[in-house]
Nanobody
C-alpha cells in the first residue's frame, strides 16, 4: 500500500520552530518530487514548498521563504520541512504529497493524512 505519514506537528509559540517529517512506505521516494501543503481553518489548501527527487531544486511560497527549509534523505525514505520563526498565520494542517515525476511541476498522486501545527502564545 502506497502511504505517506507526516509527523512533528504540535503547539509552538510565535517565533518558535518545528520540524515536520514525511515518511513513505510501500514505495521508494527517490524517484519522486515531494511537496508540502497546508490548509488553515476556513481556507483552501495551499502549496508551501517542494523538492525535486534529487534535492537539487526546491521552491517555496512567498509567505514562508526564508523561514522554512525543505530537505530530503532518500536513504531514510523521508522528506523534512524545517519551520523557523513561526507565526500565528502558519497555523494549519500540513500535508505532504508525492508528485508523479521527479519534478515539482507535476501533479500530486499520493497524499498523507496531515499533521496539525498550531502557533499560539
Amino acid at each position: 500500500q502506497l502511504q505517506l505519514v507526516e509527523s512533528g506537528g504540535g503547539l509552538v509559540q510565535p517565533g518558535g520552530s518545528l520540524r515536520l517529517s514525511c515518511v513513505a512506505s510501500g514505495f521508494t521516494l527517490d524517484y519522486y518530487a515531494i511537496g508540502w501543503f497546508r490548509q488553515a481553518p476556513g481556507k483552501g489548501r495551499e502549496g508551501v514548498s517542494c523538492i525535486s527527487s534529487s534535492g537539487g531544486t526546491t521552491n517555496y511560497a512567498d509567505s514562508v521563504n526564508g523561514r522554512f527549509t525543505i530537505s530530503r534523505d532518500n536513504a531514510k525514505n523521508t522528506v523534512y520541512l524545517q519551520m523557523n520563526s513561526l507565526k500565528p498565520e502558519d497555523t494549519a494542517v500540513y500535508y505532504c504529497a508525492r508528485k508523479r515525476s521527479p519534478w515539482c511541476n507535476s501533479l500530486n498522486s499520493v497524499w498523507g493524512q496531515g499533521t496539525q501545527v498550531t502557533v499560539s502564545s
